[in-house]
């Protein structure tokens, strides 16, 4: 492939496969705490994993410190993502636990991607060191396994600004001023900094620190792998309020949180993409709570604590549950069908278009209305007070519609494999805005388990789409890449 190093990628290859050995590491530690009968296969994962990466390692030793050039960032961020899932699967198969490739795929993809759509139909079957894995794999996907390696190999951050992007860590509008891996390391210290906290006041609130660490981990990831098989329905009101605060916090922007540990809380308000993800959380769950009070014995505090809960998992792209969405009035359905398409802040963990993007198309249809009635008048978009140039805008715009299409085409695609049209749309727009659940046969109570080979694979492929944010992967489809 002409000017992209494999030997440059491989080096990068090498420390995200250590990192996700560290961490299979520790699910085996975890079997060992729990007295499992068969914890062999998880240090099995572990060894084939750490062989690989210490075998680029070797394979790349002269050249691990080269810089990538664009073309290797784009090769680089999508055969990383590809690797660690299809490494990711080893503890699934080899327990035999998950014996169907495809569905451990499928499991592990939507973990590294931080989707939580499931094909399990007995959770609490699985051992504890396995669910941990699951967890384990919402966390690193959720920050982002290559922004883990930029906060902690210093060389990398020569190269860093154009994988974290790629990866769909960093795109914000707003700028962050310190050196890019001072950024990756602040970024990662609130992303533990707000998992430990949320796992203490679970614990407070009733969790054992087993469940309460997995939900921190799936909650701060935005994820919404639980260990329940009815994820957050039977905890008490206590856990599930905690979980909606944190599912808001992890769906801010992360440089908004930094702002709040400086203390320029009127800064965070100022921000107009903050004030929409507020005002659109807090709008549709109110919506919600009026038309579904028949639903909960006209009891508003228990209607809008499910419909806030609901609203904010979706909106988050989080996806846990905390009651069955699809027998509420069908106007409900709707609102929380046309929440999967909002998304979260830029610069989050969470997954979707992003609010931000929805301001600045809607701030260029203003504009393009005002010029039709004032042909003269030059009219610039403005995001937060700054002039965004017009390329940024078309940029944007184009990424919105390219969204729209990958749903319109996928819909058709699954629809093709013989799902209704409702659970067709729901699983396209579920796995690319790495949501979870869906209505219909993926309903919040339902699973995947029953989507065809073929569907479970495309579906697979649609979370790694929606995780990269669509570009990284249609460029290596272009043919100027390759001249």
């Known amino acids: 492939m002409r000017g992209v190093h494999i030997k440059r990628i491989s080096g990068l290859l090498s420390f995200c496969l250590f990192i996700e050995s560290v961490f299979m590491l520790l699910a085996y530690f975890v079997a060992l705490y729990f007295g499992e009968t068969n914890p062999l296969a998880i240090l099995e994962a572990f060894f084939i994993t750490f062989i690989t990466s210490f075998g680029l390692f070797i394979y790349v030793r002269n050249n691990v410190k080269s810089e990538l050039s664009l073309k290797d960032s784009f090769v680089a961020v999508v055969l990383v993502w590809l690797l660690i899932c299809l490494f990711g699967t080893l503890p699934y198969v080899l327990s035999r636990q998950i014996p169907s490739f495809v569905n451990a795929l499928f499991e592990t993809v939507s973990g590294f991607t931080t989707t939580g759509s499931s094909i399990l139909n007995d959770i609490e079957a699985l051992p504890k060191s396995l669910l941990f894995w699951r967890a384990e794999t919402h ?19 020569r190269n860093g600004i154009n994988l974290m992007v790629m990866e769909g860590a960093f795109l914000s509008v707003d700028k962050i001023k310190p050196k890019l891996i001072d950024v990756a390391r602040r970024f990662w210290g609130i992303y533990i900094s707000l998992t430990g906290i949320e796992t203490v006041l679970l614990k407070i609130f009733g969790m054992n620190w087993y469940d309460a660490l997995c939900h921190s981990f799936a909650t701060i990831a935005t994820g919404g792998f639980s260990t329940k098989n009815t994820s957050l329905i039977d905890f008490s009101p206590a856990i599930q309020y905690i979980v909606i605060v944190f599912m808001f916090l992890s769906g801010m922007n992360f440089a908004l949180h930094f702002l709040v540990v400086l203390g320029k809380y009127r800064k965070v308000w ?41 609203v904010v998992s979706i909106i988050t792209a989080t996806g846990f549950a905390s009651a069955d969405y699809e027998v509420w009035p069908t106007v409900c359905v709707a609102l929380i069908f046309c929440s999967m398409f909002i998304g979260a802040c830029v610069g989050s963990t969470g997954g979707g278009v992003k609010v931000a993007r929805y301001v600045v198309v809607f701030k260029k249809i203003k504009c393009m209305f005002y010029r039709l009635a004032n042909p003269n008048a030059v009219m610039t978009v403005k995001y937060n007070k700054n002039t965004l140039s017009e390329t940024l805008v078309n940029s944007i715009s184009s990424f919105v519609t390219i969204y729209f299409l990958t749903f319109i085409v996928g819909t058709i695609i699954m629809t093709a494999t013989g799902l209704d049209i409702k659970s067709s749309s729901s699983s396209i727009i579920t796995t690319l805005g790495g949501i979870g659940p869906g209505i219909g046969i993926i309903g919040p ?20 789409l929606g995780r990269l944010e669509i570009f990284p992967i249609l460029v290596l489809f272009s043919k100027s890449f390759y001249r």
């Open 270 to 310: 100022r921000n107009e993409e903050f004030r929409w993800y507020t005002g659109l959380s807090l709008g549709i769950s109110l919506v919600i709570a009026l038309f579904a009070l028949n639903v909960f014995n006209n009891d508003f505090e228990l209607a809008f604590r499910h419909a806030l809960f609901q």
């Open 445 to 464: 109570t339902e699973n995947f388990a029953d989507i065809s080979v073929f569907g479970k694979i495309y579906l697979s492929f649609n979370m790694i």
């Open 139 to 157: 966390w690193l996907g959720g920050m982002g396994i290559i922004v883990l390696v930029v906060a902690v190999i210093p060389f990398i951050k």
